[in-house]
Structure formats: C-alpha cells, structure tokens
C-alpha cells in the first residue's frame, strides 16, 4: 500500500492521506509516529514549571464552547487587578516557576495600556520570568478595539516584554466549523497571519487545536495542513497542541465527548503529518494525566507543566483546577518509562530530573 511505504520513508503526506491515516491501526500509527518523536526527542519528554493566570472572564465574543467567559451558565464576573496578578508572579517566581501563561477573554473594559502596562510591570520585577501571553483571538480583539494595524500590536507586545505567544484561538480553521462554534471571532486567516507577523519578528509561538465538538476528522487534517504550510514558511511554531473539548457548562450541546483511543489518533497523525513542528503537547488539562502519560507512547514528546491554576477547561469540566505538584509529575512521567526534562519557553534543556 502506497501510503504505509510513505509512512515508513517518512515522506510527507498529502491532505487526502493525512485523512485516510485515521483508518488505520491505533498501534500502527504509533509505530511510525514514535518513530519521529524517538529520531527527534529519544526518550525525553519536555515539560516547564509555569503558571497559568487568566486575568478577566469578562469576554465580547460568545464563542459557544467556552464555560470560562462570564455568561448565563457561569454569572461570576471577575478581572484581576494588577497588583493582585503581580502578587501571584512574586508567589510563583519564590516557588521556582519560569513561565506566566496569560490568557484572558475579551473584556472591553480593560484597554490595550491594561495589558502592556501589566506586561512591563512583571518584566521590570522579574526580568528572566518567561511571559507567554495574549492568543491571537484577543490580538485581534485589542487591534480592531484601538484600531491598530496586527503588526503594531505586535511590536507592541514586543516592546512591552511578551516573549512568546501561546496557541489559543486556533480554535479549527475551517470556516464552515468556526461559522458554527466561534461566530465574529479572529477567522483563521486572521490567525495565521498574526502568528506569521509574529515569527517574522523572530519570535516563537504554539498552535493549538480544539476538537471532538462538531468537526469532522478532515477539518483536522485541514487545520494540521495550514499550520504546516505557515511552519514551512517561519520556522515559528515551536509545538501544537491538541486540545479535547470539554463538554460541560457550555453551549454546544455535544453529549459524546472524544474517546481516549481517538485522541490518541489525532496525537500520532499530528507527530506523523507535521514534520516540521519540533513538539507535540499533550496537554493533560484536557486529556487527563493518565491518558496524558499514555500519549508519550503516541508521539506526544511534552507534557505542557505544572500549571498550578487552570480556568478555562476546569470550567468547562476538566480536573485541572490545582495544576499538579511538581515532584508527583516528575515522578509519574519516569515512572512511565520517560526521561523527565525540564526546559525553558522555547525549549531549552534546563535538568534533566533523574
Ligand atoms: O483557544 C475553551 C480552549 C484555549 C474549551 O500555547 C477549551 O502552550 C476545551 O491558549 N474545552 C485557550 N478547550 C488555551 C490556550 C492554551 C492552552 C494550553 C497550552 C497553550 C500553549 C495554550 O482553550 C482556547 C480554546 O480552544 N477552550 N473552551 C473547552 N470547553
């Protein structure tokens, strides 16, 4: 069979066999997907000890997959101040965290000079803390808010001490999907460009993928195909995430949440079809920690990190509220057979945790 004899010469795959993957064996597709995560990581796998902050839930957009914007199923409004959020970065920073992960809604009550300023006072507290902050989804929500162009919000961000951006807002790009779960949000071509924009900058950025709502295993393979088409371009895509919708509290209405053998699926496509992504993150906030450590066997070299509080997901059902206890991850990961490393934002080997 054509595709098998391109798998294992680890050709690139086109859409049409990037959807036919699917067809096959879970265990076939690992067999060639720990291939490449084995060529490229051996047996590491990467995690950071960072700390997730989600400043206000106050959000504009309704995308109808969210349970953490205040909304008829949430009604707890909240915006952090700023001293609160920097109280939380001196806690953070005393325990050892390396990254902030800011992540908020779209509240039009807190202004562009809300974040920039916020951005600047962490830096100029605790100049090597890493700031991973602002989705494109609110990039593009903070440009049309103050009419600025995406290349000025992104020199912006720059000026202001953001270091590197996360992934969320991928949400799926096909536009038939979007129209349906995100309406008036960043539209894929939005999406990429400012991450392009980004890149060109010569910074790094994360991708991620929301899925198991209404797409169909095609629209995945569509949303790897762009993502790998831009990587071609920049280079700047450090790792992608495949997040598992949460099915609570929201307004999707999807009562068949993703099975543990079809996110296993998608985790080895996506090592399989994007050769040219170093990392594949499974992000154990969705998929749970146990299928999380499973998901190393499928070609997940990265296990996102400590996290110590999570919003977004939690809100919408998932067990990861707490974050995790740094010594029990270690443990866990080596227990399952991996070499625990720890890195930096972009990837740097910081310990290897024996
Ligand atoms: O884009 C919202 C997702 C994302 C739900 O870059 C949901 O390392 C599941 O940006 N079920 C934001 N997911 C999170 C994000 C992120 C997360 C982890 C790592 C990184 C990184 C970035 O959260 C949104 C959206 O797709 N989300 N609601 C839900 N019900």
New binding site residues.
Partial sequence: MELLKKLESGERLSFEEGVKLYDLDLFLLSKFAQAKREKLHQRKTFFNINRHINPTNICKDVCK????SAHRKNPNPYTLTHEEILEIAQDAVKRGVKEL?I?SAHNDKVGLDWYLDLFKKIKSSYPTLHIKAL?AAEVNFLAKEYNLSFEEMVELMIESGVDSM??????IFKEEVREKICKGKVSSQEWLEIHKLWHKKGRKS?A?M?FGHIEKREDRIDHLLRLRELQDETGGFN?F?P????TKN?YLNISNPVTGQEYLKTIAISRIFLDNIPHI?A?WA?STLNLALVAQEFGADDL?GTIEKEM??SS?GANSKKGVDLKEFVALIKDSGFIPIERDSLYNQLKVWE
Avoid at 65 to 68: D, I, Q, S, T
Avoid at 166 to 171: I, N, S
Wanted: charged fraction near 10%; hydrophobic fraction near 35%; glycine fraction near 10%.
């Fill in positions: 997959f969210c349970a953490f992960h992540v989705t996360p992934g969320g807002g991928a949400e994360n991620t929301l790792c995430i997040l598992i919708y949460q929201n993150k992000y969705t996102d977004i997901q919408a």
